[in-house]
């Protein structure tokens, strides 16, 4: 089989799974009209399937900043910090990330995913040893990969198999990076914190915590799970990826340590990229000033994933084990999922549809992510609408 | 390379892997578990797990990325038993 064949191998699996057109791959959104609706196709669709945690894609304020910074610095910096130098906007959103989390510093990376891979392939190499929860994002197995560590999975928030790993690692945990994340995008479910600072410092390892979902969704000033559960001083490190409650795109790496500033010239995630543009850093940092003072968004937001994680429930579906911004419904049967998606679009409600092995245990996914800018009534007829299809295609 | 803790190694994966695999073919050194079993990469998945709990051991994902047949996997797990 030569490439090209193993490509056609590859693509005839796929569509055996899931027809043209089907899955996030083929959506084509035609127009969007709000934080909440777009068109798709000839639809008009409410969307459940986005990360606008906050639902800030149209805030006034982060528009304008990124107006101004067209204006007046043009709509790319056309090259990588290292050669082609920060601009205030970068300097000052780093500034405002270690603020926000009382850090000493913080950089700022082009994508979220970039801001895993340069991050944990600055702080480990060959011979260090990466632990990582199983159902790690792919950013996340991708930073651990271009390491060169070796990479020790234990099963999702399991902290006993965590503990059995560290224990099999002797004295190499020293030179151990544990990574987990404040909220896993599959289940929604959250990382046991207390329990994973306490066996970090047990073993004496390095902590680094993925906020991409968590922030701004989590604690009182939307730091994430670290405010949430008062443990900031204990993770080394904090990643985040600006593409969700921020609105635009681009990611963050905060800390306390002095050695973070030494990823600048050792990263090459970091380096070897355009850094973000201007308008990009200009939104973001209106978003983040949002962020800490939108504590009526997370409200509104909580009451929303409460209304449907309960209606969800009492309807008769399997969810992850609590309620939060992302809520899946878990089915054995893929033709079961990709029948419910379908007929959610049928119905004007656009969700995720996560077959495996994306999905965890073999197991597929129909999965909705709330938002802040959600009303009770869009709640309710989300609601209404998986309870009925439950009633049609699950319990026949 | 400690040849008895090998042999007792290969013994446990061609035991647990002929019990798990539907093919009527039995498991071999030379067998390959992605192209010749038909199992399913949970169960493989699950299989490793048991595995690394019998000989008290994690076995890096990195490193499996290389193991193709029985006899690697074997080969692997002793390697890593013995700098324990
Ligand atoms: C946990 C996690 N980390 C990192 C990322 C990467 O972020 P981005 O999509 O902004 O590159 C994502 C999202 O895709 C994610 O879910």
Same mark, same amino acid.
């Given at each position: 089989?030569?490439?090209?064949?193993?490509?056609?191998? %590859?693509?005839?699996?796929?569509?055996?799974?899931?027809?043209?057109?089907?899955?996030?791959?083929?959506?084509?959104?035609?127009?969007?009209?709000? %934080? &909440?609706?777009?068109?798709?196709?000839?639809?008009?669709? !409410?969307?459940?399937?986005?990360?606008?945690?906050?639902?800030?894609?149209?805030?006034?304020?982060?528009?304008?900043?990124?107006?101004?910074?067209?204006?007046?610095?043009?709509?790319?910096?056309?090259?990588?910090?290292?050669?082609?130098?920060?601009?205030?906007?970068?300097?000052?959103?780093?500034?405002?990330? %270690?603020? #926000?989390?009382?850090? /000493?510093?913080?950089?700022?990376?082009? =994508?979220?995913?970039?801001?895993?891979?340069?991050?944990?392939?600055?702080?480990?190499?060959?011979?260090?040893?990466?632990?990582?929860d199983g159902d790690s994002h792919? /950013?996340?197995?991708?930073?651990?990969?271009? *390491?060169?560590?070796?990479?020790?999975?234990f099963k999702h928030n399991d902290m006993a198999d965590m503990?059995?790993?560290?224990?099999?690692?002797?004295?190499?945990?020293?030179?151990?990076?544990?990574?987990v994340e404040g909220i896993y995008s599959m289940l929604g479910d959250q990382a046991p914190l207390a329990e994973i600072?306490?066996?970090?410092?047990?073993?004496? @390892?390095?902590?680094?915590?993925?906020?991409a979902h968590s !922030?701004?969704v989590l604690?009182?000033?939307?730091?994430g799970l670290?405010?949430k559960t008062?443990?900031?001083?204990?993770?080394?490190?904090?990643?985040?990826? #600006?593409?969700?409650?921020? @609105?635009?795109?681009?990611? #963050? @790496?905060?800390?306390?340590?002095?050695? !973070?500033?030494? !990823?600048?010239?050792?990263?090459? +995630?970091?380096?070897?990229?355009?850094? +973000?543009?201007?308008?990009?850093?200009? *939104? &973001?940092?209106?978003?983040?000033?949002?962020?800490?003072?939108?504590?009526?968004?997370?409200?509104?937001l909580w009451?929303n994933c409460s209304q449907l994680y309960e209606r969800l429930k009492t309807a008769g579906y399997e969810l992850g084990p609590e309620p939060g911004p992302v809520i899946a419904a878990i089915l054995d049967? +893929?033709?079961? %999922?990709?029948?419910?998606?379908? /007929?959610?679009?049928?119905?004007?409600?656009?969700?995720n549809?996560i077959?495996?092995?994306?999905a965890p245990d073999g197991k597929s996914l129909v999965r909705c992510s709330v938002?802040?800018?959600?009303? =009770?009534?869009?709640?309710?007829?989300?609601?209404?609408?998986f309870?009925?299809?439950?009633?049609?295609?699950?319990?026949? | 390379?400690?040849?008895? $803790?090998?042999?007792?190694?290969?013994?446990?994966?061609?035991?647990?892997?002929?019990?798990?695999? $539907?093919?009527?073919?039995?498991?071999?050194?030379?067998?390959?578990?992605?192209?010749?079993?038909?199992?399913?990469?949970?169960?493989?998945?699950?299989?490793?797990?048991?595995?690394?709990?019998?000989?008290?051991?994690?076995?890096?994902?990195?490193?499996?990325?290389?193991?193709?047949?029985?006899?690697?996997?074997?080969?692997?797990?002793?390697?890593?038993?013995?700098?324990?």
């Amino acid at each position: 089989m030569n490439l090209l064949e193993k490509l056609d191998a %590859a693509a005839a699996a796929r569509k055996a799974m899931l027809p043209d057109g089907v899955g996030a791959f083929g959506i084509p959104i035609e127009e969007v009209y709000s %934080a &909440t609706e777009a068109k798709i196709g000839e639809r008009r669709v !409410l969307l459940l399937g986005t990360n606008n945690y906050l639902g800030l894609t149209f805030a006034p304020e982060c528009i304008e900043a990124a107006h101004q910074a067209l204006n007046h610095e043009g709509t790319g910096t056309t090259g990588s910090r290292m050669a082609n130098g920060s601009y205030y906007g970068h300097r000052a959103l780093e500034q405002e990330f %270690a603020d #926000f989390y009382q850090c /000493s510093a913080g950089i700022v990376f082009t =994508t979220g995913y970039q801001a895993n891979l340069g991050t944990i392939s600055g702080l480990v190499g060959r011979g260090d040893t990466v632990l990582i929860d199983g159902d790690s994002h792919a /950013s996340i197995y991708d930073g651990c990969i271009l *390491s060169g560590a070796e990479i020790i999975r234990f099963k999702h928030n399991d902290m006993a198999d965590m503990e059995k790993r560290l224990r099999r690692l002797g004295n190499r945990t020293e030179t151990t990076l544990i990574i987990v994340e404040g909220i896993y995008s599959m289940l929604g479910d959250q990382a046991p914190l207390a329990e994973i600072v306490r066996l970090k410092n047990k073993y004496n @390892c390095t902590l680094l915590l993925d906020e991409a979902h968590s !922030l701004g969704v989590l604690g009182e000033t939307g730091q994430g799970l670290v405010e949430k559960t008062g443990l900031l001083n204990e993770v080394d490190f904090i990643t985040g990826t #600006f593409s969700k409650s921020l @609105c635009s795109i681009g990611g #963050f @790496c905060v800390s306390n340590h002095s050695q !973070l500033d030494q !990823l600048r010239f050792v990263s090459h +995630p970091y380096i070897f990229t355009a850094s +973000p543009s201007p308008a990009t850093i200009a *939104s &973001t940092r209106a978003a983040l000033a949002l962020l800490k003072n939108g504590d009526n968004l997370r409200k509104q937001l909580w009451k929303n994933c409460s209304q449907l994680y309960e209606r969800l429930k009492t309807a008769g579906y399997e969810l992850g084990p609590e309620p939060g911004p992302v809520i899946a419904a878990i089915l054995d049967n +893929p033709k079961q %999922a990709l029948q419910i998606w379908q /007929s959610l679009l049928e119905h004007n409600i656009y969700v995720n549809l996560i077959l495996p092995p994306a999905a965890p245990d073999g197991k597929s996914l129909v999965r909705c992510s709330v938002n802040a800018a959600h009303t =009770t009534e869009q709640m309710t007829y989300v609601g209404d609408t998986f309870a009925k299809l439950y009633q049609q295609i699950l319990e026949h | 390379m400690n040849e008895s $803790n090998y042999d007792e190694i290969m013994q446990l994966l061609c035991d647990r892997l002929n019990s798990l695999t $539907n093919s009527e073919a039995t498991v071999t050194p030379e067998t390959n578990l992605i192209s010749e079993l038909s199992i399913d990469s949970i169960k493989l998945l699950n299989l490793i797990m048991e595995i690394e709990d019998t000989f008290d051991i994690s076995i890096p994902i990195n490193a499996l990325a290389d193991v193709q047949t029985v006899d690697e996997l074997a080969g692997l797990i002793s390697r890593i038993k013995s700098t324990h």
